[in-house]
């Protein structure tokens, strides 16, 4: 069973930049795709960025120039590289994986496995 959790949340000014990591553990050798999403209260959880392990990655077109996820194997951690944020980037975010293909322009298949979230908050 693989576990996954992340770290790097925050507060940060606009235009600044955040590091989100999500370090996995337990048996990862099925899991084959990776992604990012968060959720804004009163809002759904939107999916903004994915990665499968041949380096392949999709991402929400609000993020999109902004935003780079990559993934370190050895290590089995996902990150998140946010540039340039904004206040709307603000929300929880959260890491998930699973063993899906990944679509091109939109993300994992199925995701069997979340984190339990970490804050960003970008003021103006």
């Known amino acids: 069973q693989v576990q996954l959790v992340e770290s790097g949340g925050g507060s940060v000014q606009a235009g600044g930049s955040v590091r989100l990591s999500c370090a996995a553990s337990?048996?990862?050798?099925?899991?084959?795709?990776f992604g990012w999403f968060r959720q804004v209260p009163g809002k759904e959880r939107e999916g903004i960025a994915f990665?499968?392990?041949?380096?392949?990655?999709t991402y929400k077109d609000s993020v999109k120039g902004r935003f780079t996820i990559s993934l370190d194997s050895n290590k089995v951690t996902l990150y998140l590289q946010m540039n340039i944020l904004k206040p709307e980037d603000s929300a929880n975010y959260t890491c998930?994986?699973?063993?899906?293909?990944?679509?091109?322009?939109?993300?994992?298949?199925?995701?069997?496995?979340w984190g339990q979230g970490t804050l960003v908050t970008v003021s103006s």
């Open positions: 998930a994986a699973g063993r899906s293909p990944l679509w091109v322009g939109t993300g994992c298949e199925r995701l069997n496995t």
């Open positions: 990665m499968d392990r041949d380096g392949s990655t």
């Open positions: 337990g048996d990862t050798s099925t899991t084959t795709c």
